[in-house]
Nanobody
């Protein structure tokens, strides 16, 4: 079983930046594609970004393209989400998750395709 722990959330002004981290408990982390999702108050959880198991392929939701960057360091069992040019509508709880299949290409974006989830970290962007 893979345990995931997010960190790096907080309060930031619009236009600012934050870097989220997600640390995994096991070295098997490197076998799996990883994703970031978010859930705003009163809304369903939505896909943000994903990265392949080897870091060579990334995918983003249209709403964050050009502003967010997902990356990973398999030696540190950690995946990151660099968020720039933040907007109030980016306010949400952000979750990292591991793909259900080994050696995924990072193209999957549906919640049910991800097996293990972190507890989430709050990001609040003030206007």
């Amino acid at each position: 079983q893979l345990q995931l722990t997010e960190s790096g959330g907080g309060l930031v002004q619009a236009g600012g930046s934050l870097r989220l981290s997600c640390a995994a408990s096991a070295r098997t982390f490197s076998w799996y594609a990883m994703g970031w999702f978010r859930q705003a108050p009163g809304k369903e959880r939505e896909f943000v970004a994903a990265i392949s198991w080897n870091g060579r392929n990334t995918n983003y939701a249209d709403s964050v393209k050009g502003r967010f960057t997902i990356s990973r360091d398999n030696a540190k069992n950690t995946v990151y989400l660099q968020m720039n040019s933040l907007k109030p509508e980016d306010t949400a709880v952000y979750y990292c998750a591991s793909d259900d299949l080994r050696y995924g290409s990072g193209t999957r974006y549906r919640e049910y395709e991800y097996r293990y989830w972190g507890q989430g970290t709050q990001v609040t962007v003030s206007s």
